[in-house]
T-cell receptor, first 112, second 108 residues
């Protein structure tokens, strides 16, 4: 299995609190992605990174920020969590879209 | 209209049946991925292809670039094949765009 881990795996938080999810890889892949998965929608891209300190927005980036200070770590931050951000979050890594993508196990976030 | 459309959304089969899941896309792509998601959430890459056909065990994936269509076939289906199958296309830059998935249930 590709070396990609997400933490935490489950979190319940209150509306208005900041939350940070971590994605850690041991594969030295260039690209890292954060997706959310909701019923009735496919996986939707929040933000992605194409190198250290190089990030870009995805289709559902409002309310989220990211940072990548090291190749192996990609952090997703909800500055002030809202109930609409209750979701399952997946991190993925790849060298390129022409190569295989590897996914983390997901983080189930509940905002109450 | 979504850029990636999968059909059917739900599929129930009896063990041993031949299964086909379809994926149509409306954009130019660099590659197409088929993924599997089991209950409990983990997502696994099954295939990545940009032309032709690939086979792995009982799974076969085909793509027709001109028609912008791909199919995933499962031969001799088994209850352990029950999962959500997701089609994703690599488009501009390094992004993947996903279909909504096909929920497959194989009954014994």
């Amino acid at each position: 299995d590709a070396g990609i881990t997400q933490s935490p795996r489950h979190k319940v938080t209150e509306t208005g609190t900041p939350v940070t999810l971590r994605c850690h890889q041991t594969e030295n892949h260039r690209y890292m992605y954060w997706y959310r998965q909701d019923p009735g929608h496919g996986l939707r891209l929040i933000h992605y990174s194409y190198g250290v300190k190089d990030t870009d927005k995805g289709e559902v980036s409002d309310g989220y920020s990211v940072s990548r200070s090291k190749t192996e770590d990609f952090l997703l931050t909800l500055e002030s969590a809202t109930s609409s951000q209750t979701s399952v979050y997946f991190c993925a890594i790849s060298e390129d879209v022409r190569t295989e993508a590897f996914f983390g196990q997901g983080t189930r976030l509940t905002v109450v | 209209k979504n850029e990636v459309e999968q059909s059917p959304q739900n599929l129930t089969a009896q063990e041993g049946e031949f299964i086909t899941i379809n994926c149509s896309y409306s954009v130019g792509i660099s590659a197409l991925h088929w993924l599997q998601q089991h209950p409990g959430g983990g997502i696994v890459s099954l295939f990545m292809l940009s032309s032709g056909k690939k086979k792995h065990g009982r799974l076969i994936a085909t793509i027709n670039i001109q028609e912008k269509h791909s199919s995933l076939h499962i031969t001799a289906s088994h209850p352990r094949d029950s999962a959500v199958y997701i089609c994703a296309v690599g488009t501009s830059g390094s992004r993947l765009t996903f279909g909504e998935g096909t929920q497959l249930t194989v009954n014994p």
